[in-house]
């Protein structure tokens, strides 16, 4: 089994299913509301924990009630939480995100104890693979990334700056197709395999800018894309890690992603490795 420390945010997702997206200025009423666990670092975590890696969540939370909510699928799931700081009169990490029926959302993310992690948090990890997002201050991923000896994948989400040392010295970058854009030319830094996302269509995997495998996700009924694009990571960082060739490890992220979309909420519909391999 390998070992994966994951560095980043936890979240208390306020979710309002609706009708369709507002556009900006206008009110949608009738929502159904809901309230899960989330964040990139935890929806990640949990996804390589359920996905058979041995994983370590190091993160900030709030010393309010929604830290015992977002922590509580985690918890259970077996992810060690010793390296969680709870942060006194801090608020837990808030994302507000509307879904549609065709399973788009949009998110609003109020960082609250996420932004207290520190460099000195992530001086010393031991383990097989490291996984971060940009949902924690960039000093974090960038002290991280000098300081890890072993594979390391970073999730460039939500896009933000990002030191050029951190693309260079990743074994795995993740973008969305909306981050791809936004990163442009600067992802020629990138040494290490590039994956991009498509949602439902194509994903690719590059070094030094040559495709090296495409897989597409199945096809299923999505009712919430939330927590997708984190389990993707995750499934490709674990199947990576554990030594499958990248179009295969591609194929299995794309299909773990896919199976992310089909319950409400993002830790929730997080799959493990059985129901992933039957999409297969
Ligand atoms: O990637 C999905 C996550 O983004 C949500 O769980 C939400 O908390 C935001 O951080």
Redesign the pocket.
Known sequence: MSSIVVVG?V???IVASVSRLPAPGETVTGAELGR?????G??QALAAQRLGADVSLIACVGDDAAADEALALLRRGGVDLSKCRRIEGATT?T?L?AVAPSGENH?I?APGANRMLTPDDVEAIHADALICQL?VPVPVVVEAARAFRGFFCVNL??AAEIDVEVLQRADLVVVNETESNWYGGSLKACTGLVATTHGAGIATLARDGQLIAEAKPPSVQAVDT?????TFTAALAVSLVEGQEPEQALRYACAAGAVATMKMG??PSLPDRDSVLKWL
Do not use: L, Y
């Not at 899960?36 to 990139?40: I, R, S, V």
């Open positions: 945010s979240n208390d997702d899960f666990p989330g964040g990139k935890a929806n990490g994302a995100i998110i993310v949902e989400a939500p939330t927590g997708a694009g984190d993002a830790q």
